[in-house]
Structures are given as C-alpha cells and as structure tokens.
Nanobody, 129 residues
Framework: QVQLVESGGGLVQAGGSLRLSCVAS????????LGWFRQAPGKEREFVAA????????GYADSVKGRFTISRDNAKNTGYLQMNSLKPEDTAVYYC??????????????????????WGQGTQVTVSS
C-alpha cells in the first residue's frame, strides 16, 4: 500500500516555473515506478512524465519534453516534477501516481493511467497568458 500527496501547484504567468512535489508513505517506495499525469476540464487524463523504479530511466510526453523534468529522492520518499517555460495549455490538475513496474514492460506501458495502482489527490496548476 502506497499513499501519495501532491503539493506545489499554483498560479503562474506564461514562461514561469513551478516545482511539484509528491510525498509518499508506505513500504518500499524505491521499488515503485512514479508517474505524473494531468487532466484539464472536459479532457481525458494524459501522461506527462514517468521515472522507472531501480534504473531511474525517465520518459516524457512530447508536449512537455525539454521543459519538464521528473526526479525522485528515495531517502525522502518524494518525487518531483520541475516545470519550466510554462504555457497556458499546461493548465490542469496534476496527479502523482505509483505502480509496480515489471522490468520487461516497456515505456508505452508506463504512459497509460490504467496501469497505475496508487494516486494522489491532485494539485492545480494554472498558467496565465
């Protein structure tokens, strides 16, 4: 069992930066792959970034590649999403998620929300023009 709590959202102007945090509680945090997803009003929940367990390999949606960075600090049981050069289209509720990621699974598997077992409550990010 893993519990996740996001924080760090807020209102920022286009071109600005925010860092989201995801604090986890539960057994063996380092054994779980961590993902970030977002959902805007009226839209499906979409993949943003993921960091694989053990290896630390990362993957990003094309829409955020080069602007966002996912990381984790296992000693603090915390994941992060650094967001730079924010755009109005980044406005959404951002969710942290965790899953047991079997090694043979590929990067495509980690981009699907239904493959994640644990979710945080979400934090609102609003980017103004």
């Amino acid at each position: 069992q893993v519990q996740l709590v996001e924080s760090g959202g807020g209102l920022v102007q286009a071109g600005g930066s925010l860092r989201l945090s995801c604090v986890a509680s539960g057994r063996a945090f380092s054994d779980y792959t961590l993902g970030w997803f977002r959902q805007a009003p009226g839209k499906e929940r979409e993949f943003v970034a993921a960091i694989k367990r053990t290896t630390g390999h990362t993957g990003y949606a094309d829409s955020v590649k080069g602007r966002f960075t996912i990381s984790r600090d296992n000693a603090k049981n915390t994941g992060y999403l650094q967001m730079n050069s924010l755009k109005p289209e980044d406005t959404a509720v951002y969710y942290c998620a965790a899953t047991w990621d079997v090694d043979p699974y590929g990067s495509t598997w980690r981009r699907l929300p239904n493959n994640y077992d644990y979710w945080g409550q979400g934090t609102q990010v609003t980017v103004s023009s």
